[in-house]
Structures are given as C-alpha cells and as structure tokens.
T-cell receptor, first 115, second 113 residues
Framework: EPEVTQTPSHQVTQMGQEVILRCVPI?????FYWYRQILGQKVEFLVS????????KSEIFDDQFSVERPDGSNFTLKIRSTKLEDSAMYFC?????????????FGEGSRLTVL | GESVGLHLPTLSVQEGDNSIINCAYS??????FIWYKQESGKGPQFIID?????DKRQGQRVTVLLNKTVKHLSLQIAATQPGDSAVYFC????????????FGTGTQLKVEL
C-alpha cells in the first residue's frame, strides 16, 4: 500500500538553528501539505502546495517557514531559525484527485524538539 | 468565531458495544467533513468522509451522520474492538477555503475489555 514517508522521525535542535524536515509523498499525488500538532493539541494546518507553488498558508507559516519540492519525489519544510514554540509533531500529507476533496494521506510525522 | 469542536474529550466503551463520537461545527459554509483516527505516535488515518449534500454515509463498521440543521457530525463505530482505541478527530473543508482541513480538538476512545 502506498504511503507518505517522513524523515527524520525525531530531531532535537537548539533554538535559533535551521531545521529541514523531509517528506516523500505518494508518487502520483499532486497536492501536498504540512500540518503540525503540538503535544496534546489538535492538528493545525500550515501550508498547502500544488503545481510547484504554495496554494495557501496559515498564520503560523510565517517568514521563518518555507517549503520546497526540489525534485520529483521530495517535499521539504524548512524552519530557518527555530523557536521553543516550534516544538511539535510535523505531519506531511498528500492527496491526489479533485481539488478540495479526497482522502488526505498523512505520514507518521517528524517530532521536532527545540531546546 | 468559526470552529470545529468535539463534545467529549474521552469516551470509554466496552468491547463489542457501539461507540458514538460527536462533533460540532460552526461554519455553515462547510461542505466536506472527514473523520480521522490517530493512534499514539502515528499520523492521522482517514476513516470516512461525507459531503454536505448527504446526511449519512456508511463504511466498514463505521457510519457518519451529518445534521446540517444543528451543525452536528457524528461517527458511529459498530462492535467496538480494542484496536479502535485511539484519538478521533473530525475535520472540515470549507467551501472556498482552499485545500486545507480544519481539525477539531479530538476525542480519546478507550475500549475496555
């Protein structure tokens, strides 16, 4: 069964450091997303990406965040200068098919701990 | 403000019983709703979805009911099993809201043997 894969599963970093979280979406999918979940809280939308550009982003996704699809398979989330409050589980998701509907497939997540 | 929220943070059921997890939403423009299951340490897993032009949809052991009049969504799990223990989230996609999903807070379902 096709799946979304994410690396690393857990990253510990110092405040102010840059972090790159990597995702390999399902191969024939066209829509890509990053969500985050602070421990014990709900899943929050960060950004959506389609046709090599950002479709939509939330207020959380400020200038410290960026996304990139550097090749035909990877989708990355970069945090330029991490803050303590960036500590969370970050989920990548992908979707094929019709816009605004369709099953969103999530990866297992990358846990980011900022010290 | 606009929100998607859950009534109960924790639901305990006996194995074999039916479970009902509820969700309220406030945006009448929402047109697509999804239930996700999240096991500890894992990503959300799609369970079932429903469009706003429907009021009921059934899957394998699961049924989603949508009441647009009171802006209420429920997930029914038949013959609950230990493997159903997880946090369940409802999520919505709003008409004109682009591709993002707005998740509710989550309900912890505990299945007792």
């Amino acid at each position: 069964e096709p799946e979304v894969t994410q690396t690393p599963s857990h990253q510990v970093t110092q405040m102010g450091q840059e972090v790159i979280l990597r995702c390999v979406p399902i191969s024939n999918h066209l829509y890509f997303y990053w969500y985050r979940q602070i421990l014990g809280q709900k899943v929050e939308f960060l950004v959506s990406f389609y046709n090599n550009e950002i479709s939509e982003k939330s207020e959380i996704f400020d200038d410290q965040f960026s996304v990139e699809r550097p090749d035909g398979s990877n989708f990355t989330l970069k945090i330029r200068s991490t803050k303590l409050e960036d500590s969370a589980m970050y989920f990548c998701a992908s979707r094929g098919g019709q816009r605004n509907t369709g099953e969103l497939f999530f990866g297992e997540g990358s846990r980011l701990t900022v010290l | 403000g606009e929100s998607v929220g859950l009534h109960l943070p924790t639901l305990s059921v006996q194995e074999g019983d039916n479970s009902i997890i509820n969700c309220a939403y406030s945006n009448s423009a929402s047109d697509y709703f999804i239930w996700y299951k999240q096991e500890s340490g894992k990503g959300p897993q799609f369970i079932i979805d429903i469009r706003s032009n429907m009021d009921k949809r059934q899957g394998q052991r699961v049924t989603v009911l949508l009441n647009k009049t009171v802006k209420h969504l429920s997930l029914q799990i038949a013959a609950t099993q230990p493997g159903d223990s997880a946090v369940y989230f409802c999520a919505e996609n709003r008409a004109g809201g682009g591709n993002k999903l707005t998740f509710g807070t989550g309900t912890q379902l505990k299945v007792e043997l």
